[in-house]
């Protein structure tokens, strides 16, 4: 009997995830929103764990009229299988490794992304506090420092939202999906105070990471997914963000001093559509690829850019440049907070 997962955002834009093992990673990411399904009804479902076997090459069509698509992810291979259904999309995704983060970037988050912003509503790529009255929006490309200064937040005051991904409107509101952080190996090399609330299993998950790390030189890179209440101790809520958000690009600058400085929204956005359509580019888009099988549109970046725009106009958009000197995320709290 497999288990199954129902996340639902509300207004049709739903789908159940099931598996021989529980979905703990995306009951996590989506916590806000999940609860266990005993009869799915959902727009999408997802089936982790196909039944192994090799397709012929990288799209193959398949006499039933389902389409099978395999890849490989950092040297891993995965395969999914979009089958036709006149009222829902129905996929099956297959990967030894990383397998419902995979799923997550690959499928979830690109079908919710297109019903959602059916609704006026988007996911939005950020890290996410509230610091007294204002919510912070981190935003950048992979290891810019996001999570490191989501973690000093934490640690100074700040209530966690969300990791990774928020939900969005261009009204200026956010709400968290779930209190999932995923945190690389190196940030609980740094943090003794985080490192002591992890249990003993976490703890040798962290010892395999720094093996595996030092072994591939740096080209592996691992993280680990712990709830932001065993960290900070409070459960976040998803509930509705200030009109107006501060949104701060994170990066990296040869100087070695930390400063804050504004940023034209539409730059801002720029970056992100960029960071989004970088996972499609890689991964191929198998939502879009499921919507052409049934004939629908897919062209949605238009609709998203339009949603962002207004976004970022209830917004105070930054560009938070930081130079990488010990104890640089603490250092730009004042400027965060300011």
Known sequence: MPNTLLIDLGQNARLSVSGQRPPDYLAGLFSHWAHPAQAPAADLYLALDLPAHKTAGAFTLMPDGSLQVRGDYKLVPWRAELRPDAASLDIGFCSPLYQEWLAARMIVFPFLQRVLLQQGRFLLPASVVRWGEQLLALIGLGGAGKTSLLLACCAAGARFVGDDFVLASGDGTLHGLGDELSIKAAAFAENA??????????????????????????????????????????????????????????????????????????????????????????????????????????????????????????????????????????????????
């Open 193 to 338: 105070p985080l490192r002591a609330r992890l249990t003993a299993r976490q703890r040798g998950w962290l010892q395999m990471c720094a093996l595996l790390e030092r072994l591939s030189q740096r080209r592996v890179v691992l993280s680990l997914h712990v709830p932001a209440r065993q960290l900070f101790g409070l459960a976040s809520v998803p509930e509705p963000g200030p009109s107006a958000a501060q949104v701060v690009l994170v990066e990296s600058a040869e100087a070695t001093a930390t400063h804050k400085i504004r940023i034209h929204p539409e730059a801002l956005s720029r970056v992100i559509l960029l960071q989004l359509k970088y996972w499609e580019a890689c991964f191929g888009d198998l939502i879009a690829l499921g919507h052409s099988l049934r004939g629908q549109s897919v062209d949605y970046w238009e609709t998203y850019r339009a949603q962002l725009d207004g976004f970022m106009r209830q917004s105070q958009c930054w560009r938070l440049q930081v130079g990488r000197q010990r104890g640089w995320a603490h250092q730009a709290l004042p400027l965060l907070a300011g």
